[in-house]
């Protein structure tokens, strides 16, 4: 467990037009999701894994000014919640290999962008295995000085109630290749990128005042369906009774659905039973107090506290979902 390779540099900081670019380059391959997590800087994010298996991760990351740019991979189903930087905006292009993830609730199309805005959580599940998302998100004040210009509009206002803009999946290629010749050109050529700093940001810029220069998307659609206020109530119910028995009955009298309705909302949503996210939870949590532990306590007792009551069956399921055992995890 751990990483298996991490660069981290800070490459340049520049004077130009009066303003301090700072040039960072972070690249990282890690068998930890939670290392991943809290490798992208200026965010907050937690990583719950839901696939089973081992885990692989990579992080590509570039900040260059007022903008971050980074490529994001991973070999499980995991869920994303948490924070963008703080007063940002973003953009996530969706291709063929990532249209089958779950956008806060939604799910998106190759050749559509999924847009951030400033104080809007992250909430992102990815997709089952081999996932890639190549992402861009821009400091609010630079945007605020400069879409106007280059749009003719409020970028906040234009933002309003648009979360989603239908492109093509030519021009998703487009922006992806865009973003990730940028990352390419930090790795070969980190002199060349710190020159042409300005041009650069002016380019990502571009980019987002034409996709907030689009028309909205259906507004009904803008809204997360029935099915996804069920899950995510269900997730603050989950949450809050973690080291606790819950049955389906129970979550199902919580909520006011049916049966049928909680299971076919997390299998939508999460890819998993409703039962099954739970239990994935409550190893996550697990997982989350071993790597934390002090040497005063076991990890049967650690178990226990998260509901766990048979140690074979818990070391059973652990391995399962995470690929080793929770004394190696405890141990490491």
């Not at 940028?182 to 041009?199: F, K, N, T, Y």
């Not at 810029?205 to 659609?221: E, K, M, Q, S, V």
């Not at 409550?282 to 002090?294: G, P």
Request: glycine residues 8%; charged residues 25%; proline residues 5%.
């Amino acid at each position: 467990m751990g990483t298996i390779k991490s660069e981290n540099c800070n490459l340049a900081t520049m004077e130009r037009d009066n303003r301090r670019r700072l040039v960072l380059l972070q690249t990282l391959h890690t068998r930890d999701f939670d290392e991943l997590a809290q490798a992208l800087p200026q965010w907050d994010l937690r990583f719950r894994q839901l696939g089973r298996g081992p885990f692989r991760g990579h992080l590509q990351f570039l900040q260059l000014g007022g903008i971050q740019i980074f490529q994001l991979g991973v070999n499980r189903m995991v869920h994303i919640e948490g924070w963008p930087p703080p007063d940002s905006f973003g953009c996530f292009p969706v291709l063929a290999e990532n249209e089958n993830a779950v956008w806060s609730g939604r799910h998106l199309k190759a050749g559509q962008v999924r847009l951030g805005k400033p104080g809007q959580v992250a909430d992102h599940l990815t997709a089952a295995d081999h996932y890639q998302l190549v992402a861009l998100a821009l400091d609010g004040d630079l945007v605020r000085q400069e879409v106007p210009v280059l749009g003719g509009f409020d970028p906040d206002k234009r933002l309003a109630g648009k979360e989603v803009v239908t492109t093509s999946l030519a021009y998703c290629r487009t922006l992806e290749s865009h973003l990730v010749g940028l990352l390419e050109m930090a790795q070969v050529s980190p002199d060349h990128l710190a020159q042409s700093g300005r041009w650069i940001e002016q380019e990502c810029l571009r980019h987002f005042a034409g996709l907030l220069a689009r028309p909205n998307d259906d507004c009904t659609a803008c809204q997360p369906p029935h099915r996804a206020r069920v899950v995510r109530r269900a997730e603050d119910y989950m949450q809050a009774h973690l080291g606790n028995p819950l049955s389906v009955l129970e979550l199902c009298r919580e909520l006011g659905v049916s049966e049928r309705t909680l299971h076919y909302a997390f299998q939508e949503f999460r890819g998993l039973s409703p039962m099954a996210y739970f239990k994935a939870s409550r190893l996550n949590a697990v997982r989350q107090e071993l790597k934390a532990a002090a040497g005063t306590t076991t990890v049967g007792e650690i178990a226990q506290r998260w509901g766990f009551r048979h140690t074979g069956e818990f070391a059973a399921d652990y391995r399962r979902l995470f690929g080793e055992l929770p004394s190696q995890t405890f141990n490491a």
